[in-house]
């Protein structure tokens, strides 16, 4: 695990385009932002080459999409291709709405994302594992999560994050296990659009894709947990202030002396 990418994110403050969701989009953002890269946002499809090309990245976001946005999203995605930049997606609640379901599978017809970063439900439905989803959260399941994670990553042919208490990262043959985190991420609406940004963001500085995203989730992870464990009794509002805080701030030192993963 590459902690140093952190270091190196920062010398280069790479530009990462989204296209987000408004429920989300001040977190990304600001996280984009505090981690040491550059965020840009548009929902102008006209504009949509010019932004790639500036872009060290693209992370592309699922959740809240009109029909106007998909149109934008399939021409991101596409110029993401064509200019051969590293293009993260979140497929947001897609295991628990069909039609979601259905727009994703279309435009992962259209274009080939890099990364795919969601939650258990989402991955599973992917992969097409019966897994029961609830909106935006994960929902219950049986499943083996690395054993769904690599089925996704295998049948998508990409680097696949399956985020949770313990996130799972694969190229569909390896697999690593960070275990670092705390449960305030869950009550804060935003965190896993966050870290999505976050892996495009190492994405940007690295060719090795399946590094990149490991090493982001550990970062996050662990900044999530030293902030936590600095206050105790956290509520949702302060944590994600302090996060902010945490993120621009963390070193790598920090990081190393607590990162946990297998």
Same mark, same amino acid.
């Given at each position: 695990? *590459?902690?140093?990418?952190?270091?190196?994110?920062?010398?280069?403050?790479?530009?990462?385009?989204?296209?987000?969701?408004?429920?989300?989009?001040?977190?990304?953002?600001?996280?984009?932002?505090?981690?040491?890269?550059?965020?840009?946002?548009?929902?102008?499809?006209?504009?949509?080459?010019?932004?790639?090309?500036?872009?060290?990245?693209?992370?592309?976001?699922?959740g809240?999409?009109?029909?106007? $946005?998909?149109?934008?999203?399939?021409?991101?995605?596409?110029s #993401?291709?064509?200019?051969?930049?590293?293009?993260?997606?979140?497929?947001?609640?897609v295991?628990?709405?069909?039609?979601?379901? $259905?727009?994703?599978?279309?435009?992962?017809?259209?274009?080939?994302?890099?990364?795919?970063?969601?939650n258990?439900?989402?991955?599973?439905?992917?992969?097409?594992?019966?897994?029961?989803?609830?909106?935006?959260? #994960?929902?219950?399941?049986?499943?083996?999560?690395?054993?769904?994670? *690599?089925?996704?990553?295998?049948?998508? *042919?990409?680097?696949?994050?399956?985020?949770?208490?313990?996130?799972?990262?694969?190229?569909?043959?390896?697999?690593?296990?960070?275990?670092?985190?705390? *449960?305030?991420? $869950?009550?804060?609406?935003?965190?896993?659009?966050?870290?999505?940004?976050?892996?495009?963001?190492?994405?940007?500085?690295?060719?090795?894709?399946?590094? #990149?995203?490991?090493t #982001?989730?550990?970062?996050?992870?662990?900044?999530?947990?030293?902030?936590?464990?600095?206050?105790?009794?956290?509520?949702?509002?302060?944590?994600?202030?302090?996060?902010?805080?945490?993120?621009?701030?963390?070193?790598?030192?920090?990081?190393?002396?607590?990162?946990?993963?297998?």
């Open positions: 695990m *590459k902690v140093a990418l952190l270091d190196e994110l920062r010398a280069q403050n790479p530009i990462v385009f989204n296209v987000s969701n408004f429920v989300t989009v001040q977190d990304v953002a600001n996280g984009i932002n505090a981690i040491g890269a550059s965020p840009i946002m548009s929902e102008e499809v006209a504009e949509a080459d010019e932004m790639v090309g500036l872009a060290g990245a693209v992370c592309l976001n699922l809240a999409v009109t029909a106007t $946005q998909v149109t934008q999203i399939r021409a991101v995605g596409q #993401a291709n064509r200019q051969h930049r590293p293009l993260v997606i979140d497929p947001v609640a295991g628990a709405v069909k039609y979601r379901m $259905q727009m994703a599978t279309g435009l992962l017809n259209d274009f080939h994302p890099d990364v795919i970063r969601g258990a439900g989402e991955i599973a439905a992917l992969a097409g594992v019966d897994w029961q989803a609830k909106g935006i959260d #994960a929902g219950e399941g049986t499943g083996d999560r690395t054993a769904i994670a *690599k089925a996704c990553a295998q049948k998508l *042919k990409c680097v696949v994050i399956l985020s949770g208490p313990t996130d799972v990262i694969t190229d569909g043959e390896r697999a690593v296990k960070v275990l670092n985190g705390t *449960k305030l991420f $869950q009550i804060h609406v935003g965190s896993g659009d966050m870290l999505s940004s976050i892996v495009a963001a190492f994405c940007a500085v690295t060719d090795d894709y399946f590094e #990149a995203a490991q #982001a989730c550990l970062v996050f992870a662990a900044i999530g947990q030293l902030v936590a464990e600095a206050t105790p009794n956290l509520g949702a509002g302060t944590f994600i202030m302090k996060l902010l805080d945490k993120l621009q701030t963390a070193t790598v030192a920090e990081i190393e002396g607590i990162a946990a993963f297998e």
